[in-house]
């Protein structure tokens, strides 16, 4: 389960990419959180965890959705993010939560499942490093709730869902033909194959 440098490379453009966006997101909630509120902006947190399931769903290793989110949170605040240094350790925590959601399968399934599942988990462990640098008592009971609520739904939706789609639409290209994305859709393919042609 070593990294190939063809992986670590695309690794690294994924996290910047990712990180650059993660700025921009970061610079549109500012606008859109003093319309709505902090808590009605949450709708916007999944991309915030996108590069997880994009850099996992592609190079399929332990480690890549923790490596990626931590690397587009540390682009993110390289890059001058107004949340300063909580940008990347929020990204330590969503990252610790997206690579549980592929180590339960044992790092064998890449299905939308466990890509959502791992928006999901990632919007649960930026809930715990809110609770750690705010306290328990900077959330009422109704405002935890519903903020988590929608910042599960949004990793889900913006993060894995989304991911997969976009992956999905760079490997039609040929992109991503020597990586194991491609690599296990072929085999499936050819299994499949056998079997119906037996």
Not at 46 to 60: E, F, K, L, N, T
Request: glycine share 12%.
């Amino acid at each position: 389960m070593t990294w190939k440098m063809k992986e670590v490379v695309l690794a690294v453009i994924l996290a910047v990419a990712c990180g650059v966006i993660y700025l921009g997101w970061s610079t549109l909630w500012i606008p859109i959180s003093a319309l709505v509120g902090p808590v009605g902006a949450g709708f916007m947190f999944g991309i915030w965890v996108i590069a997880s399931p994009i850099v996992a769903y592609i190079i399929r290793k332990p480690g890549a959705a923790f490596i990626a989110e931590v690397a587009a949170a540390a682009v993110e605040l390289l890059t001058g993010s107004h949340f300063g240094l909580s940008a990347l350790l929020v990204g330590v925590f969503q990252g610790i939560g997206a690579e549980i959601a592929f180590a339960i399968f044992g790092y064998k399934r890449y299905n939308l499942f466990t890509l959502m599942l791992s928006g999901a988990f990632a919007a649960i462990g930026s809930m715990i490093y809110n609770l750690i640098a705010n306290g328990l008592g900077y959330y009422s009971k109704q405002v935890f709730f519903t903020t988590l609520g929608i910042h599960v739904i949004s990793g889900m939706i913006l993060g894995g869902l989304l991911a997969k789609v976009i992956v999905d639409a760079l490997a039609k290209t040929g992109v991503l033909e020597q990586y194991e994305l491609m690599k296990e859709k072929r085999k499936r393919e050819n299994v499949d194959g056998h079997v119906s042609g037996m």
